[in-house]
C-alpha cells in the first residue's frame, strides 16, 4: 500500500473532511481486487489543488468575470446613507421586529426572569449539561471557553466574572444605543470553589447569550469579493460611528475605564491585570511603553470594542439587490475587554496579531478607519510597544 500525509487547502468556511489519521492507505480495502491510486495523480492533484479550490472559488464569487466589459459600472454597491440617517440599520440587516422567532427570544421575554430565581449552583449545573450536549450536537468549538447550545444560545464558561459582568454591561449598551447586530446577555452566573484554601480549584464563571448568525470573517476572507469587502467596510465605518456616538454616563471623573466604570482589562496591557480606571489619556499612556510618545496624547475617548479582529467579526451570505450574492457583516462578538479608550485603540488593536490575517485584511481595516482619521503614527508607537514584549 502507498502512504500518504494529508493537508487540507484552508480556504473558505467549509468544515475539512473528517480522516481517520493523517497518514489514510491509499488501497483496496474491501478486498475486491480493485487497482489501488495512481501515485503520479495524487502528486499531480496535491501540487494543483490550491490552485483547483481558487479557480472554484472565482466562479463562486464572479461567474460573468470573463464576460463583464471592463467598462462596464458596477451599482450594485450599496451608496453611503446621509449622517442623519446613519442610526438606520445598514442595508441587507432586517430589524429586530423581523427576526425570525426563536426559543432564545421566549426565552429572554418570559422564561428567564423565573429561571434567574434559581440558585447559582443549579443555573450551573445545567449549563454544564447543556455545554455537554452542545458539544455533542455541534462539536467542540474552536474555542476553548465558548460552546454553542441547542435553543438559538452560546455558552461562555471558565472565564473571569469580572470579564463577563463588564461583556454583559456591553451588550446592553451597544444593544440600548446602536443598531449593531450583537448577542443578548441572558445570565452571568459564578460558582466558588467548595475550599477556597485548594489552590488547584478555581471559580467556574458562565456566561448565556443568544446566537447571532455568520462565520468569523478569519475563516471566509479568501473568498470575499472586493465589492464584498467594499460592502463590508462600509457597514463597519457606519456601527464605528455609531459606537463613537454611545454616551458616557459612569464614572464621569473617571475619562478611561471599562464599561461599568472600573479598572480595564485588556490582554494588551499588563497580560491582562487590571488597571486604572484613570482620569485622562497622559495617566493612561503611563502604563504603555513610550508613554512620553507625542502620538500618546491629545485623543478623544469613546466607547471602544477593543478587540475587533476577524474572528470577532462575524460575516453572512446575502442576496444583493441585482440578485447576485454576497455578504455582510452579520454580528460582532466578544465584547469582554470593552471600554472607553482613545480614539485609535480600536484601529491598532484590529492589527494587533495583524501578521495572522495578511495584507488584504490589513488594508481593509486601515481603509475602514481612515474615515475617522489618520492613526498611523499611533500605530507606529503600538508596533515598536509590541516588538519590545507588550501584550505577549
Excluded at 458539544?135 to 469580572?162: A, C, E, I, M, N
Excluded at 463613537?244 to 499588563?270: F, Q, S, W, Y
Excluded at 469582554?336 to 484590529?350: C, L, N, S
Aim: charge should be negative; proline fraction near 8%.
Amino acid at each position: 500500500m502507498v502512504e500518504y500525509e494529508v493537508h487540507h487547502v484552508s480556504l473558505g468556511p467549509e468544515e475539512p473532511i473528517n480522516l481517520e489519521g493523517s497518514y489514510p492507505l491509499l488501497g483496496d480495502h474491501s478486498r475486491s481486487g480493485l487497482a489501488k491510486v495512481d501515485p503520479r495523480f495524487v502528486d499531480t492533484h496535491a501540487r494543483l489543488s490550491r490552485s483547483m479550490r481558487l479557480i472554484e472559488l472565482a466562479g463562486k464569487i464572479a461567474p460573468e468575470i470573463l464576460s463583464k466589459s471592463p467598462e462596464q459600472p458596477d451599482d450594485s454597491l450599496p451608496q453611503a446613507p446621509p449622517r442623519e440617517q446613519r442610526r438606520s440599520l445598514s442595508p441587507g440587516l432586517q430589524p429586530e421586529k423581523n427576526r425570525r422567532f426563536s426559543v432564545a427570544n421566549v426565552l429572554g421575554s418570559c422564561l428567564l426572569p423565573l429561571w434567574l430565581v434559581f440558585p447559582n449552583k443549579v443555573r450551573a449545573i445545567v449549563y454544564n449539561a447543556l455545554r455537554n450536549l452542545g458539544k455533542y450536537l455541534y462539536g467542540r468549538s474552536d474555542s476553548l471557553t465558548v460552546q454553542r447550545l441547542p435553543f438559538g444560545l452560546y455558552l461562555k464558561y471558565h472565564g473571569d466574572l469580572p470579564l463577563y459582568d463588564n461583556e454583559r454591561k456591553a451588550l446592553q449598551t451597544v444593544r440600548q444605543h446602536t443598531t449593531i447586530p450583537v448577542p443578548a446577555p441572558l445570565d452571568v452566573v459564578e460558582v466558588t470553589p467548595e475550599d477556597p484554601n485548594d489552590r488547584y480549584s478555581f471559580s467556574n464563571g458562565y456566561m448565556l447569550i443568544t446566537r447571532v448568525p455568520g462565520i468569523p470573517l478569519s475563516s471566509c476572507q479568501d473568498i470575499l469579493s472586493d465589492q464584498d469587502f467594499e460592502h463590508i467596510g462600509y457597514q463597519m465605518k457606519d456601527y464605528l460611528s455609531q459606537l463613537r456616538d454611545i454616551p458616557k454616563t459612569v464614572n464621569p471623573g473617571m475619562a478611561i475605564c471599562n464599561t461599568l466604570g472600573e479598572a480595564c482589562r485588556d490582554a494588551r496591557v499588563c497580560g491582562d491585570a487590571p488597571v486604572g480606571p484613570f482620569a485622562d489619556e497622559a495617566a493612561f499612556s503611563q502604563v504603555l511603553r513610550f508613554s512620553d510618545d507625542p502620538s500618546r496624547r491629545g485623543h478623544r475617548i469613546f466607547f471602544t470594542h477593543a478587540d475587533l479582529n476577524p474572528r470577532n467579526i462575524l460575516v453572512d451570505r446575502v442576496v444583493r439587490r441585482d440578485g447576485r450574492p454576497g455578504w455582510q457583516i452579520s454580528g460582532i462578538v466578544d465584547w469582554e475587554m470593552a471600554g472607553y479608550y482613545p480614539e485609535y485603540w480600536d484601529y491598532t488593536k484590529a492589527l494587533f496579531e495583524g501578521f495572522r490575517w495578511g495584507n488584504r485584511y490589513t488594508n481593509w481595516v486601515t481603509a475602514v478607519f481612515s474615515a475617522f482619521g489618520d492613526y498611523s503614527r499611533e500605530l507606529d508607537v503600538e508596533r515598536r510597544s509590541w516588538e519590545s514584549g507588550d501584550g505577549v
